[in-house]
C-alpha cells in the first residue's frame, strides 16, 4: 500500500494527497522553465527578461513599476534592465513627468527579440501540453488562471 489516500474517495490511492500541491506547482514550474531556458538560448535571453519584455511591449514602466508586476527585487531588477540595456533590447529614458525617474523602454531590436520569444513561448507551452486532450490543456490553464487571481483578487 502506498500510503496515499485517493482525493475524491479517501480511500488508499497512488495519486497527490491534497498537501502535495505546492510541490506539484513547483515540479510544474521547473519542467516548463527547463524547457523554456533551453528554447530561449537561442534569442540571448532568459525566461526573466522575457518576463520584463513582455511588461514593456504594452507601455515604457519604470523599474518600480516592473519590480511590482513582476515580483523582483530591487538589486534583481537594476541587473536585469542593465542586462537587457546591454544587449540592446532596452533603453532607459526620462519619464515623462518626472525628470527623476527613468522610464524603461523596448528597442526595435527588443520589440524584434520579444515578438521571436512570445512565438518560442507559444511553441514550448503546445509541448508541454501535448500529452493533454485539448479540453483538458484549456482546463488547466483557467484553473491555474484562477489560482493565481486568488492572490490577487480583481485581477
Do not use: W
Amino acid at each position: 500500500m502506498s500510503g496515499r489516500t485517493d482525493n475524491e474517495t479517501g480511500m488508499p490511492g497512488d495519486g497527490p494527497t491534497s498537501y502535495e500541491i505546492g510541490f506539484l506547482l513547483r515540479g510544474a514550474h521547473q519542467r516548463a522553465a527547463a524547457a523554456f531556458s533551453t528554447a530561449l538560448a537561442p534569442l540571448g535571453i532568459e525566461g526573466r527578461h522575457f518576463a520584463v519584455l513582455n511588461q514593456l511591449d504594452r507601455a515604457p514602466r519604470s523599474q518600480r513599476q516592473l519590480i511590482d508586476l513582476i515580483g523582483s527585487d530591487k538589486a534583481s531588477m537594476v541587473r536585469l534592465v542593465d542586462d537587457l540595456e546591454a544587449k540592446g533590447l532596452v533603453r532607459r529614458d526620462p519619464a515623462p513627468g518626472d525628470r527623476r525617474v527613468r522610464a524603461v523602454t523596448l528597442t526595435e531590436h527588443g520589440t524584434m527579440v520579444l515578438s521571436q520569444a512570445r512565438d518560442t513561448a507559444r511553441d514550448v507551452a503546445a509541448g508541454l501540453l501535448t500529452h493533454m486532450k485539448p479540453d483538458d490543456q484549456e482546463e488547466l490553464t483557467r484553473l491555474l488562471g484562477e489560482f493565481l487571481r486568488g492572490q490577487h483578487p480583481g485581477r
